[in-house]
């Protein structure tokens, strides 16, 4: 087994995609159509004797089709369904952008942290490395003040166009910049802003080459390498990457949080930004799975 579904959030799945398709229902007992839910509808096989008629928003050829993806193909639920939950937002997914994490939450839990012991930050300008669908960005302006402004950044002109349309329907678009990086440097797209960030937020590609084959087949299969490489032999050239380029970019007080990949990356990333000797304030920040997998840090003011 690869670490995949097990049956019961299968079944989950499977009612979600019903509870979105189903439209109306009739009883046969009264000949009204109602809108109904496929959660409502279950509810009504099991108490009722009277048949019953029901429309779907699609065929039931296409839903077969869409299940068949899931379950034969591996695809994740959010590519087929469009979209995934991610804090207070639900956003658009597609093969192109990695379907948000519950974990990666957390980033701006601590960035929230960050706020209560320094408000100025929630005003000044913040950066989202690897934004993919824009989640990390969103979540940022949904804590920031209104005058603050952030930049999403993306290497992928598949993620930048998506990110473009989760911050337009989240109504943060005046708020968060979606930009498309040039693929070899983290900060290039940020030139112009270099030493005036007050924050710094990414969830960078982290995963060893070597070990990616041995993921389970909804990542390895269908969301894109180029987010979950994180270069080298250990995965870390692209925390390594931030991690340098974060003294340079953030001004004085200024708050760097990471994703990690567990393990001992947590302790490397920890152990680099000592190292640089411009940040204090370092801190690993457990999963909810009590995995070691965030780092935080404050740029010293000297």
């Known amino acids: 087994m690869d670490g995949g579904p097990n049956s019961t959030e299968l079944k989950r799945e499977l009612d979600w995609l019903l509870d979105d398709a189903i439209a109306e229902v009739k009883l046969n007992s009264d000949g009204e159509w109602r809108e109904t839910t496929w959660m409502k509808l279950n509810s009504q096989l099991a108490d009722s004797d009277s048949s019953m008629e029901v429309k779907t928003r699609v065929s039931l050829h296409a839903l077969r089709e869409l299940w068949e993806l899931r379950i034969k193909r591996r695809m994740p639920f959010q590519y087929i369904v469009g979209s995934s939950h991610w804090r207070d937002d639900v956003l658009m997914v597609a093969p192109g952008v990695l379907c948000p994490r519950p974990e990666t939450e957390i980033l701006i839990d601590m960035a929230m942290e960050a706020i209560a012991k320094n408000p100025g930050l929630a005003h000044g300008t913040w950066a989202d490395l690897g934004t993919g669908s824009g989640a990390i960005a969103i979540g940022l302006a949904r804590i920031l003040a209104p005058d603050a402004s952030i930049f999403a950044v993306d290497a992928s002109p598949a993620a930048v166009e998506i990110a473009r349309i989760n911050t337009q329907r989240c109504r943060v678009d005046e708020m968060v910049v979606v930009i498309e990086g040039d693929g070899d440097s983290w900060y290039g797209a940020l030139e112009a802003h270099m030493g005036q960030l007050a924050g710094v937020v990414s969830n960078p590609p982290y ?49 760097i949080a990471l994703e990690t990949g567990g393990g001992d990356q947590p302790t490397i990333v920890s152990k680099l930004l000592s190292e640089c000797g411009m940040f204090v304030d370092i801190k690993v920040v457990h999963d909810y799975a009590g995995i070691p997998r965030h780092v935080s840090a404050i740029r010293s003011a000297t």
């Open 207 to 255: 995963i060893a080459a070597s070990t990616i084959a041995r993921l389970q087949a909804e990542v390895r299969d269908h969301e894109p390498l180029m987010a979950l490489d994180g270069g080298g032999l250990d995965g870390m050239k692209d925390l390594q990457d931030i991690v340098g380029g974060a003294a340079s970019a953030l001004q004085p007080g200024g708050f």
